[in-house]
């Protein structure tokens, strides 16, 4: 598994919870189902996860893009 932080978050996209410099926080894995704006700004993406606990809705800066490798 290899971390990526040059490209944005996009709808499909593999995702990890993360820290700021692209750590990946515990071992949850999602995949992006949609991305949105808030009246506020913010821009937030819904995350389908493979553990149960982990918000559906997450701040896009909290997420971190992986690329999972078959090896």
């Given at each position: 598994?290899?971390?990526?932080?040059?490209?944005?978050?996009?709808?499909?996209?593999?995702?990890g919870y993360?820290?700021?410099?692209?750590?990946?926080?515990?071992?949850?894995?999602?995949?992006?189902?949609?991305?949105?704006?808030?009246?506020?700004?913010?821009?937030?993406?819904?995350?389908?996860?493979?553990?149960?606990?982990?918000?559906?809705?997450?701040?896009?800066?909290?997420?971190?893009r992986?690329?999972?490798?078959?090896?």
């Amino acid at each position: 598994m290899t971390t990526t932080d040059t490209d944005p978050i996009n709808v499909g996209d593999q995702v990890g919870y993360g820290a700021t410099h692209g750590e990946i926080l515990g071992s949850a894995r999602g995949k992006v189902l949609g991305i949105f704006r808030t009246r506020d700004g913010k821009t937030l993406a819904d995350v389908e996860w493979d553990l149960l606990g982990m918000p559906k809705r997450v701040g896009i800066e909290r997420l971190t893009r992986i690329m999972v490798s078959d090896r």
